[in-house]
């Protein structure tokens, strides 16, 4: 039977975007170098320092997350140099492809997808390898719902004075907790499309004055990704090239509704909803994918035996309009992934558990409507 | 704790727009006696008979819908004349008091709130009253979620010369089976806010050839609504006055749309959704007010003893951002109404029931989490 069919997004990235960021980008196109552009782009910049919780500035990149993960190779690191990358997924893979590419020699701490790297691991590759000029790893991987120990890790690479910690927080950055200068992460990568519920097409990256000393004598060719250029049209309130400006006016949008609820709020929302979906498909006879280091911005669940993840994406896409995500390489078919973070409430967790519900008994999973439903109200009802 | 807020109106209207409609409206104005406008009246004009399968024309008027009834009364009647009101609540109510502005006297047929009037009791009024010029009576009374027997009582009239049945189907026209022309419906009144899923600001009258004889000879003052000027001004593809011309568009984009999904899947869509929150709150021990004719519309829930309905509506819209109506006049505080019509999927209809049960578990009524929602679940499971 034909029906209305809304579209609800609940993948990790992009995610929804609110419409009064929708409307301020649709506002008549403002010139990047004019002076009605000036104040946004000081505004922008500032509160970005509050959700990256640094007092470095942040660099606004016209692309995606990935160009500012090799804008932070191709900036810090010289042809030649070694760097340890935490391959545990699809996103560690990436670090070490763009090493890769520019003629960085990675070091892999290869981690079985699902688990989790430890402190000891990273201390143990540094001693290993003291010449390593950074540690490249993700606050979360995206790909497995696994969060890793930054502060920790933090700690270990802050007295050595020739290595640099990067991390990419591109779906991280404003849904859980990355304290930027307390953890000692000395570059951080973040996008527009995940928890700053923004359309694909900003990145966003913070240097600390150390990350600065590596810019000045890395030597990768470099030139649209060019930070010490940015750091300084930024003192302008500025872009190098140029801004991608519709973007900006809604990221100043989206950023005042973060400080208007409070980043604390958002990362407590988010944890909240985690809660729930986990306990969620745990009562629906379904097993969390991930093994330690539950991420609270994603949840990766296998799908049951003798059902393909993929059927079970399709069913809630094409019958129910809700988009969340597969699993990536080799988990394709095998897991799937509810996300939990940006402009996404309480109600759609709900509605996403309760079509979840619906798709695997079409699918002849055994499963009595409303068990995961009645365990999420549950928690839902902590509610302070 | 803060969190972030979403607005969902399940409200029986104003309900939500489609944002192609938010999109086509927010185009800039086109003037209403351009070449570029008449297509547009000339499509909506045709697309409106099908929603009201009528051959009849369908006058659009630059008013809510209670405009639309005062016009249905001023131009069909004179000084004097009696018309038989079924006032079964609210609307029934407005159908006297506008017959009572104008001069014309009513003829109450009252109805205790929630029941429905008999086909039977429309005959004896017709025949204690045979110089009635009319008969005044809703689709569903909004007020209390009854459907009256639209068809049996069209059956009645249709063969008095002298008696024209008009209907106040605002909330009811593209949400439940009204064949205006087969059913003998002399006068029917719509509004764009609900069904027809547009802001409020359009009132849409259809009638019959019977009914144009009785606006010729009809001598109540008149202006503004004037339906003979209308019916001129539409051959013309114009309205008499200025068009709303925005609404109209956005109406175009709604037409469209349900055309696209077709009047009778909009209209078993809705009876299901119906079907699963009426299942849903009695399963939670909660009684509907409606005692007989339930409208697939609306449901009208009373609340529980010892609550007050206000307090229900108030989390909902206050914790959980979530708009359904209280009740009106003296159902104030004892129910509350769930709207399951327009811009309304079965996400939405999950999600007010797992507020709903929350909200009363948070009122302290004595519910078990998820009681409603499986109902709810196991009726949306019967999806063909």
């Given at each position: ?72 190779v191709?900036?810090t690191l010289s042809?030649?140099d070694?760097a ?20 960085v ?28 000029k950074a ?83 890395s030597?990768l ?164």
């Amino acid at each position: 039977m034909k029906k209305p069919l809304k579209s609800y997004l609940l993948a990790p990235g992009p995610t929804p975007v609110p419409p009064q960021a929708l409307l301020a980008m649709a506002q008549p196109i403002v010139h990047h170098r004019s002076p009605q552009f000036k104040p946004i782009l000081e505004e922008v910049k500032e509160d970005l320092q509050y959700v990256f919780q640094t007092k470095n500035d942040v660099l606004i990149l016209a692309s995606t997350g990935t160009g500012g993960m090799e804008g932070a190779v191709t900036n810090t690191l010289s042809s030649g140099d070694k760097a340890i990358v935490v391959r545990a997924g699809k996103f560690g893979e990436r670090w070490a492809e763009i090493c890769e590419a520019y003629g960085v020699e990675p070091i892999n701490i290869d981690i079985e997808w699902g688990r989790c790297v430890t402190p000891e691991q990273i201390k143990a590759a540094l001693e290993k390898h003291p010449e390593a000029k950074a540690v490249f790893i993700q606050a979360h991987e995206t790909s497995t719902g696994v969060k890793f120990p930054l502060k920790e890790i933090g700690e270990i690479v802050k007295d050595k004075e020739g290595t640099i910690l990067v991390v990419d927080a591109i779906s991280a950055m404003g849904a859980m907790e990355i304290k930027t200068d307390a953890w000692h992460l000395d570059v951080v990568v973040a996008g527009s499309q995940k928890a700053l519920m923004l359309p694909p097409g900003l990145a966003f990256v913070s240097l600390s004055e150390k990350a600065w000393r590596f810019v000045e004598r890395s030597n990768l060719p470099k030139y649209y990704f060019n930070f010490a250029k940015e750091r300084k049209s930024l003192a302008k309130n500025q872009t190098a090239f140029t801004a991608a400006v519709s973007l900006i006016i809604g990221l100043r949008e989206t950023l005042r509704q973060i400080k208007e609820i409070g980043l604390e709020n958002i990362i407590a929302h988010n944890q909240r909803l985690s809660e729930a979906v986990k306990a969620a498909v745990k009562a629906m006879g379904l097993k969390i994918f991930t093994k330690e280091g539950l991420s609270e911005v994603v949840t990766a669940v296998e799908a049951p035996h003798g059902i393909d993840a993929q059927e079970i994406t399709k069913i809630m896409r094409e019958d129910y309009g809700i988009t969340i995500a597969g699993g990536q390489a080799q988990l394709k078919g095998k897991i799937f992934r509810i996300s939990h973070m940006g402009y996404v409430d309480e109600h759609e967790i709900i509605m996403v558990i309760a079509a979840l519900e619906r798709t695997l008994i079409k699918l002849r999973y055994n499963l009595t409507p409303g068990v995961g439903l009645k365990v999420a109200q549950e928690i839902l009802l902590k509610d302070k």
